[in-house]
Every structure is written in structure tokens, then in C-alpha cells.
């Protein structure tokens, strides 16, 4: 019996998809995928359902973006050296048993989760 392996692509409708693709490409360091593939590095992917009243991430957003990082304190604040605006709310992970988390938002207004794993998650 087949199985699914992993995610095999993202996939965001955009206002304006070439300039989205080049601030992907710019902050998050994930290139044009009409360009080439992306190889991640392995490790956790979480795929969740939450219920459509959650105030975990905005409501008019069905999808939300959770990109994994190794290193959530330099990533953090490389982008607010780039003017990017960062939140941090310890509330996502109250015991810290998944790991730190914090939100960015795309120039379109998506939310983008970005989650340092904690070390059993790794």
C-alpha cells in the first residue's frame, strides 16, 4: 500500500505572485518554485486541524504557513534588521514542551509561523 511521504509543495495565491516570490525568496531564503526545488532538512512537520472560531492564527486565513528553524533568536532578529515586524507571545506554547514560536507576516498580509523545535522534537 502506497503512503505519503511528506509535503510535497505549498501553494499561496498572491495579489502579486513575482514580488511575493522574491520577498520568500529575500527574508525566508526559499527560492522560485518555477526556478528549482527547495530542500529541506528533515525533520517534524506538523500537519493540524484547528476549528474554524480558533483565534490561533487570523480568521480570514484558512491556511497558515509554520516554517521550522534551528535558530528562532537569529532568525528573529535578522529579519527585524530587515524591517520586518516580529511577535513573540508565549501563550502558543505554554509549557515550551513543543518548543518557541514566533509570527511574521508576508507582504500581503499572511501569517507565517516560525517554530524552533524543541530538542525531542528535533
Keep these: 500500500m502506497g503512503q505519503v511521504l511528506g509535503i510535497g509543495g505549498?501553494?499561496?495565491?498572491?495579489?502579486?505572485?513575482?514580488?511575493?516570490?522574491?520577498?520568500?525568496?529575500?527574508?525566508?531564503?526559499?527560492?522560485?518554485?518555477?526556478?528549482g526545488f527547495w530542500q529541506a532538512a528533515g525533520g517534524p512537520t506538523v500537519i493540524a486541524q484547528?476549528?474554524?472560531?480558533?483565534d490561533?492564527?487570523?480568521?480570514?486565513?484558512?491556511?497558515?504557513?509554520?516554517?521550522r528553524v534551528d535558530d528562532l533568536d537569529a532568525v528573529t532578529t535578522r529579519l527585524q534588521s530587515e524591517g520586518i515586524?516580529?511577535?513573540?507571545?508565549?501563550?502558543?506554547?505554554?509549557?515550551?514542551?513543543?518548543g518557541r514560536f514566533?509570527?511574521?507576516h508576508d507582504p500581503e498580509g499572511n501569517a507565517i509561523e516560525l517554530w524552533e523545535p524543541a530538542a525531542?522534537?528535533?
Aim: glycine residues 4%.
Design 50 to 54: 484547528f476549528s474554524e472560531t480558533t
Design 102 to 104: 514566533a509570527r511574521i
Design 56 to 67: 490561533y492564527f487570523p480568521t480570514d486565513q484558512r491556511v497558515m504557513l509554520n516554517l
Design 10 to 35: 505549498v501553494f499561496i495565491r498572491a495579489k502579486d505572485p513575482k514580488a511575493m516570490t522574491a520577498w520568500y525568496a529575500r527574508h525566508l531564503g526559499i527560492p522560485d518554485g518555477e526556478q
Design 85 to 98: 515586524e516580529v511577535r513573540f507571545n508565549p501563550d502558543w506554547d505554554e509549557d515550551g514542551s513543543f
Design 120 to 122: 525531542e522534537h528535533r
